[in-house]
């Protein structure tokens, strides 16, 4: 399977999360560079809610057993300290504001 073919299915994946705050997603690593060969799939998911992590691994946990993706995830803070979307050129996949139950209760 392609990387592109991969990414395509881990978006449909976390598109369908119902989250408690807003979670981003992020490739880095090899499977950006365009002259390299990638060895596996690198992605960062930050979320505003610590109860999202344990969602996202879950919801996520058949891929990465499918397939080779390498899944970090950080609260929002975690990575505010780390800087690590800068420190290594993330770039940005999707994300999700918040939770569709938030968004009826208004």
Do not use: H, Y
């Amino acid at each position: 399977m392609t990387a592109t073919l991969i990414v395509q299915r881990l978006i449909a994946v976390i598109d369908s999360l119902e989250t408690a705050g807003r979670l981003d997603a992020f490739l880095f690593g090899s499977t950006l560079d365009q002259k390299a060969t990638w060895s596996d799939v690198d992605v960062l998911l930050v979320c505003t809610s610590e109860n999202d992590g344990p969602l996202a691994r879950t919801a996520l946990a058949e891929l990465c057993e499918q397939f080779p993706i390498d899944l970090t995830i950080m609260t929002a803070d975690e990575e505010a300290e780390l800087d690590f979307i800068q420190s290594e050129r993330c770039r940005w996949l999707t994300s999700i504001r918040v939770a569709m139950s938030e968004t009826v209760r208004r």
